[in-house]
């Protein structure tokens, strides 16, 4: 079955574009049904990897939040009113006045609430396969005209034809440019995170030609390493570096030749909603790209589960309004891509680690040039929308990392080691805070001027060709300001704290650790006279 497609929705297989201006004449193209809705099994893979990611949000209950936000609103009202007594008795008022002052007060802040709980309750999506704590922060408020459209659509429970809004991608542009309210906390949050005079401490910048530069080691091996592995890895300091990815072919190329710190600072691109496949980029791992190569590949999401979906059902997710209207929408983080026995294999001959860092020091597991099967995931490719991102963490095994973007932009907050966790979020016990709702609850605390210095957050605004390196041991959150494409590895540095990453990864990663230790026996004695003496 096919359907003609409205002019003002071009969609190839492939690559999602919007036109302003209708098509050239000619013949009407035609487009699949299944290219445009979610089959039953598309919808029940989603389902099962948002179930697999966030668990506890199965348990939400949008009446109980709502009778939880009517409690603590009735209980700031009746602390409001008891005061209120207080100063009217302290007036010798009647208790008539006082009656009266409560009741109306009451009535008239229930009255507003329940308007705005009206208007900003996403839709339902009815097929059985939803879960609503996804949206529960809702930092998309819908606004009357959208609830006009679901009346005038039939969409609910007795809906046969339209048988989820969701479905709809032909109606993105109706969607979210035209009657999204302005007010929504995402508009909001997005223009002020995509603004570089919001940042009050940044990331140190350099430039790649000169940090690779080699230097002698002040010991007495006379080894050389690189100046940035001297003044950044050393130092344990986040860097933002330029130029990094010169001569890569993931690179998409942009029409600013520019690409660095400098681009995209006057932008005022704050299209909402925006889901532009290439990102103004040509070329590269533009994700229009990426769809077009790998369509039918299965991608993963996280290294705690095993839940996976094709991409192509991933660019319909996202695409479509219960990807826009999540909270935090899924995002892509595969550390599968560069397996030997992945499809996306080739990706690997695509970019290079540059040679700024140190060496990774869990290559010396690597015995006769054998795969890295054995070694704990370090590489990962990373794809979301805006609103998508990586919760508060700090990496594993005591490793440093890098990210380079190659379509989009991302915000960094980057905490000191020394930061209480849970002063940030990072509570023993409960699930990850996701990183858009981070922002929205945390981000104008640690900003402030009454937040300790010393634990003052490096903060990055990261735009296509830079690359962000993430010292060992700093607590840090990433949020997508935009459909992203990024890369990026963890490796352990000589330069870390070497006792604690031996202790870790035996601990940890025991088989890896016995072939580790092997390694360094073969190739770095030096290292293994350390281990000995945490041993004895």
Not at 236 to 243: D, K, Q, S
């Amino acid at each position: 079955m096919s359907v003609p497609l409205p002019i003002y929705h071009q969609y190839t297989k492939h690559n999602y574009t919007t036109a302003k201006t209708p098509p050239p004449p000619g013949p009407a193209e035609k487009i699949h049904v299944h290219d445009l809705f979610l089959t039953p099994d598309e919808r029940f893979e989603i389902f099962q990897v948002k179930a697999a990611e966030r668990p506890h949000l199965l348990h939400y209950n949008p009446q109980q939040d709502d009778d939880d936000d009517d409690e603590d609103r009735q209980s700031h009202i009746n602390s409001q009113e008891k005061q209120k007594v207080s100063d009217i008795n302290n007036d010798n008022s009647t208790n008539t006045t006082i009656t009266t002052i409560t009741t109306s007060s009451c009535s008239s802040s229930n009255s507003s609430s329940n308007q705005e709980k009206d208007r900003m309750e996403p839709p339902p999506l009815i097929d059985g396969c939803d879960i609503p704590g996804w949206r529960k922060e809702r930092l998309i408020k819908l606004s009357q005209q959208q609830q006009r459209i679901l009346s005038v659509l039939n969409i609910g429970a007795s809906s046969t034809m339209f048988r989820r809004e969701s479905q709809w991608t032909v109606f993105y542009h109706l969607w979210m440019e035209k009657y999204c309210e302005e007010d929504s906390p995402w508009f909001g949050m997005k223009k002020l995170l995509l603004d570089r005079n919001t940042v009050k401490r940044h990331a140190q910048v350099v430039y790649y030609d000169d940090c690779k530069q080699m230097m002698k080691l002040h010991d007495q091996s006379s080894r050389y390493v690189t100046k940035f592995a001297m003044e950044y890895e050393q130092k344990n300091i986040p860097a933002v570096i330029l130029g990094a990815t010169c001569g890569w072919k993931s690179m998409p190329i942009y029409n600013n030749s520019n690409v660095g710190l400098e681009s995209f600072a006057a932008s005022n691109d704050f299209t909402r909603g925006s889901s532009s496949d290439s990102g103004g980029g040509e070329g590269g791992w533009t994700f229009a790209n990426l769809l077009s190569r790998f369509s039918n590949v299965n991608v993963r999401f996280s290294d705690t589960h095993g839940e996976m979906m094709a991409l192509e059902t991933y660019a319909k997710y996202i695409t479509n309004l219960e990807g826009l209207l999540d909270d935090s929408p899924l995002g892509i983080y595969d550390s599968e891509f560069g397996d030997e026995d992945s499809p996306t294999r080739e990706l690997l001959e695509e970019y290079g680690v540059p040679k700024c860092f140190s060496p990774d020091l869990f290559d010396l597991a690597k015995i006769d040039n054998e795969d890295d099967s054995n070694r704990p995931p370090f590489r990962w490719i990373l794809i979301g929308p805006e609103r998508s991102g990586t919760g508060m963490h700090i990496d594993p095994l005591w490793t440093n990392a890098w990210v380079t973007v190659l379509q989009g932009k991302k915000r960094w907050m980057l905490f000191p080691p020394e930061t209480p966790l849970r002063e940030i979020g990072m509570i023993h016990g409960q699930p990850q805070i996701n990183s858009a709702t981070w922002f929205k609850k945390y981000y104008e605390r640690v900003t402030s001027d009454d937040w300790p210095e010393e634990w003052r957050p490096v903060e990055v605004l990261q735009v296509p060709g830079e690359t962000v390196f993430v010292p060992n041991g700093w607590p840090h959150l990433v949020l997508n300001l935009e459909l992203t494409v990024a890369v990026t590895h963890n490796y352990a540095s000589e330069f870390g704290p070497f006792e604690r990453m031996w202790r870790e990864v035996q601990q940890d990663e025991p088989v890896f650790a016995n072939k580790w230790l092997a390694g360094m026996k073969e190739r770095r004695p030096d290292l293994v006279q350390i281990i000995n003496r945490i041993i004895r």
